[in-house]
């Protein structure tokens, strides 16, 4: 059975909350720091992927060409050899219309051949153009083989510079989430998600909201500095809080 969480004051709760803040905010940045690097190594592997799969569908077709191209090989072979037994026949004819016969018969089986020759230079034209395509895509393959590799070299040497960092980071805000109520964390992660730099939780810098920079009502300012409840910005929703309770003097706050 699960210990339940102690129940904090506001103030403890606000703490809590810009305590996390913090050690989130310091894992955002080791996230910014490995930039667009990630989404680049996805995105190469997925197109060297379909690259591949562009290649072995090209051999395929080639398979099916030369398939196409025995085929109409054979055709003219045994048109061929009709034309040499219809037209050695033709010496033995007893008549006009066995002639006749044996006439049209080496005009069709003829017909036959240019049919054939025409399917087998068009299989031939494909399988060369199909050609083609495998060595362009070959070619792009491992130009862009040879780019992952220098992507994934830059991210796995960003990644093991910080890694210890990040993990020790992730630990202790999995501490530090254990401590606050599940509805307030998820309020608070929720601020986070709908925010471009991920803060949630924000100190008042000149009587003005840290996150959106817009002007808190004098009356506003008097209830955070209370720490009675729990307050967010009317303008940009998130938390606001006194710089004073968690340990920054006014002018620090400024310049925050």
């Known amino acids: 059975m699960a210990t339940p969480k102690k129940e904090l004051t506001v103030e403890e709760?606000?703490?809590a909350l810009y305590d996390l803040q913090q050690k989130l905010s310091e894992i955002d940045a080791i996230k910014t720091l490995r930039g667009?690097?990630?989404q680049e190594v996805q995105d190469l592997e997925d197109e060297i992927a379909g690259l591949h799969t562009r290649v072995s569908k090209f051999e395929d077709e080639i398979s099916i060409q030369k398939g196409e191209l025995e085929r109409n090989r054979q055709d003219k072979e045994q048109s061929e050899a009709m034309?040499?037994?219809y037209t050695a026949d033709q010496d033995n004819v007893r008549n006009n219309r066995e002639y006749d016969y044996?006439?049209?018969e080496i005009e069709y089986q003829s017909l036959n051949i240019e049919l054939a020759e025409k399917r087998m230079n068009e299989a031939a034209r494909k399988t060369e153009?199909?050609?083609?395509?495998i060595e362009k895509a070959k070619e792009m393959c491992t130009?862009?083989?040879h780019a992952l590799e220098e992507k994934k070299n830059e991210l796995n040497e960003i990644v093991s510079e910080n890694k210890q960092k990040e993990e020790t980071l992730r630990e202790k805000a999995k501490k530090q989430e254990n401590k606050i109520e599940?509805?307030?964390l998820t309020a608070f992660k929720r601020i986070r998600k709908n925010t471009r730099n991920g803060l949630g939780v924000v100190v008042v810098q000149r009587n003005a909201c840290g996150g959106c920079f817009n002007r808190i009502p004098a009356q506003r300012q008097m209830e955070i500095k209370m720490h009675k409840k729990i307050i967010v910005c009317e303008y940009c929703g998130r938390i606001l809080i006194?710089?004073?309770?968690?340990?920054i003097a006014p002018e620090e706050a400024k310049n925050k």
Request: proline share 7%; no cysteine; aromatic share 0%.
């Open 13 to 15: 709760k606000l703490k």
């Open 36 to 38: 667009e690097l990630p």
């Open 83 to 85: 034309i040499a037994k």
């Open 102 to 104: 044996l006439t049209k």
């Open 129 to 133: 153009t199909l050609k083609m395509e």
């Open 143 to 145: 130009d862009r083989e």
């Open 182 to 184: 599940e509805r307030l």
């Open 242 to 247: 006194d710089p004073e309770l968690v340990g």
